[in-house]
């Protein structure tokens, strides 16, 4: 089964690193931008509703066209990587309506791996 040619657009994953300052608090960094085609649409539903209730407004759902391998680290923490090489894990930033080259717009919240891999993403 393949996803509707139509609907398909190009997106932006960037790598989320945690950084320390000079004074000892931490921030969060993304790396370099790597592409990927994808279907996005709004959260809805009953179930999506219960889960995250307020902030049912600012959540989408994304759908990876291609295929993928799920990958464990020596943390135990799941890497999911696609056939181009792009390695996405939760907390990940995702450019859904910015170019590669600015700062994410969503992050990833939640990694579902149906036939698609589906991604769960909340504005910034």
């Not at 190009?10 to 969060?28: A, D, F, P």
């Not at 709004?42 to 989408?60: E, H, M, N, T």
């Not at 943390?75 to 994410?104: Q, R, S, W």
């Amino acid at each position: 089964m393949r996803l509707k040619q139509s609907r398909l657009k190009t997106y932006y994953h960037r790598k989320r690193t945690v950084q320390k300052n000079n004074e000892g608090s931490t921030y969060e960094e993304y790396g370099a931008a790597s592409s990927f085609s994808g279907e996005s649409w709004p959260a809805s539903g009953k179930v999506q509703a219960q889960q995250y209730g307020q902030r049912l407004g600012y959540i989408r759902n994304l759908k990876i066209d291609g295929a993928y391998t799920i990958k464990s680290d020596e943390n135990g923490k799941l890497h999911y990587v696609l056939e181009n090489g792009t390695d996405l894990m939760e907390l990940d930033g995702i450019c859904l309506f910015t170019d590669g080259a600015a700062d994410p717009d969503y992050k990833i919240v939640a990694i579902k791996p149906y036939h698609f891999l589906t991604l769960e993403v909340e504005r910034i």
